[in-house]
């Protein structure tokens, strides 16, 4: 059996597809969820939330639906909804990896660098090109302390994506840090040079040109 929205190849005996969440079984649950969706899509929050409520009452082990009014709660602000609803998507479908890195996304958000880091690790298990979770996971850690892995993930972000330009000023932000004042002055001249205007980095360089 194939899923119909992203072409995974499920078992037949599988509810829910794993690469994506979609529930397989029934052609209505879908429906329905688009339904849920056109509120939300035009600012009617409560409206959708609402009808994503009913329907994860009515099929609570449907992943995406979960998925779904996670995010509605996100974009509420009701963080800890959001998690519980994400946790419950990745728990039925755990290679669903726009949830786990949503979930990493809400953590972070919720101030709980260990569990973002986690969610975003394991989104990079999934897939491991996913470049936003690489340059998550980085920002997760720098926040944490991690800079020597911080850096690492925002290299992999700035190879895998070289338009990712601020990665660059984060680099140049942990190279200062760690003490590479040539390596923290090329970064961030080249995040001004290749179009970032990122205005800090003109501070930064100020303050190594004054250290020197």
Request: hydrophobic share 35%; proline share 3%.
């Given at each position: 059996m ?9 078992a037949e005996?599988?509810?829910f597809?794993?690469?994506c969440?979609m529930?397989?079984r ?14 939300e ?8 939330r ?9 099929d ?20 800890d909804l959001?998690i519980?609803?994400?946790e419950?998507?990745?728990?039925l ?32 298990e ?8 690489h340059?998550?996971?980085?920002i997760?850690?720098f ?6 892995q ?8 700035t190879a895998?994506?070289?338009e990712?330009?601020?990665a ?10 760690l003490?590479?004042l040539?390596?923290?002055q090329r970064?961030f ?16 360089l100020?303050?190594?040109?004054s250290l020197?």
């Open positions: 194939r899923c119909s929205r992203c072409g995974h190849e499920a005996t599988d509810k597809c794993a690469e969440g529930f397989l029934d052609a209505f649950i879908d429906q329905r969820l688009l339904h849920a969706l056109v509120p899509t035009g600012g009617k929050h409560r409206e959708a609402r009808e994503l409520e009913r329907l994860v009452e009515s609570p082990d449907n992943a995406l639906a979960n998925h779904l009014l996670g995010s509605v709660y996100f974009h509420q602000g009701t963080l959001a519980e609803r994400y419950k998507a990745l728990d479908a755990p290679e669903f990896v726009l949830c786990s890195y949503d979930l990493g996304v809400a953590n972070y958000h919720r101030g709980n660098m260990s569990k973002a880091i986690a969610a975003y690790r394991r989104c990079l999934i897939d491991p090109h996913y470049n936003a979770a340059y998550r996971l980085a997760a850690l926040h944490a302390g991690e800079l020597e911080a850096l690492d993930h925002f290299e992999q972000c895998l994506t070289p990712y330009l601020m660059r000023y984060h680099i140049g932000v942990i190279h200062e840090r003490g590479d040539d390596a923290a970064e001249q080249r995040s001004l040079d290749e179009g970032v205007g990122e205005k800090s980095s003109l501070y930064h100020e303050q190594i040109r020197r």
